[in-house]
């Protein structure tokens, strides 16, 4: 099994034909770290997740999982990356411990069931293990697709608006699950519009605006007014080559 300590994006653009999602994003995200991913909707965001999960390759710039070869090792560092979206990839009709037992021998995980017992108890579903999943309520599918990007037990976590939909209670167990990854050494990224919930929680802000890194904050406080002044700042003019004298 492939590992590395560090993820990071060094100069990296995507194009979608004249569409410029991201250009020339640079941030690195560490073991036992948790950094935010902050923008209105259209900065950039989701992209950078697809582009972090290797759903995506840049048009320009690279982006580099340590020291290892993601052109030849592709499917291995795909193993160690956990996903998140606003899909929540369960099978509706399968139960709880179903979907996660399903997900954890995909993983090649040689206790399936034993895995998928042991992730509900941390999602503390495990009184809910035999109910199929469209009887359960939205944070408590949140929670079980959680474990399901969890349970091979990944160096990457990517989360996209994770608290989305949540009761008080739902969100409170993901706040802790995420302390509980940065504590047990995974390199977690969200991107969320909940500055109130992620006040606290990241290691590190990076503030996108168009496609565009705009400010990085080590632990910031402040959140929200931190956002607000970042977000109302005039944009940098983008610098164009001089064409010489006219």
């Not at 079980?144 to 990517?158: F, K, N, S, T, Y």
């Not at 608006?161 to 969200?190: C, K, M, Q, Y």
């Not at 959140?223 to 164009?240: D, G, N, Q, S």
Request: hydrophobic letters at 45%; aromatic letters at 4%; charged letters at 25%.
């Amino acid at each position: 099994m492939i590992d590395f300590d560090e993820v990071a994006v060094e100069d990296v653009s995507r194009h979608f034909g004249r569409r410029r999602a991201v250009s020339r994003v640079s941030f690195s995200a560490r073991a036992g770290t948790i950094l935010g991913l902050l923008g209105p909707n259209g900065a950039g965001k989701s992209t950078l997740l697809a582009l972090l999960g290797t759903l995506l390759r840049p048009s320009q710039g690279r982006i580099r999982f340590g020291d290892v070869n993601v052109e030849e090792e592709g499917a291995a560092v795909r193993a160690r990356i956990g996903v998140l979206g606003h899909d929540l990839f369960l099978y509706p009709e399968l139960t709880a411990l179903e979907n996660l037992a399903f997900f954890a021998a995909l993983y090649g995980i040689a206790d399936a069931q034993s895995a998928a017992r042991s992730a509900l108890d941390r999602a503390g579903l495990a009184d809910r293990a035999d109910d199929v999943v469209s009887s359960l309520s939205r944070g408590m599918r949140q929670r079980v697709a959680l474990e399901r990007a969890l349970i091979q037990g990944p160096r990457l976590v990517l989360l996209d608006e994770p608290f989305t939909g949540l009761d008080d209670r739902s969100g409170a167990a993901l706040l802790e699950r995420l302390d509980g990854l940065r504590r047990e050494g995974a390199a977690v990224v969200v991107a969320t519009h909940d500055l109130d919930l992620a006040e606290g929680l990241l290691d590190e802000a990076v503030f996108l605006r168009d496609g565009r890194v705009v400010e990085s904050l080590a632990r910031p406080e402040g959140l929200r007014a931190a956002y607000r002044a970042v977000m109302t700042r005039p944009a940098t003019p983008i610098a164009r080559p001089s064409t010489g004298p006219s």
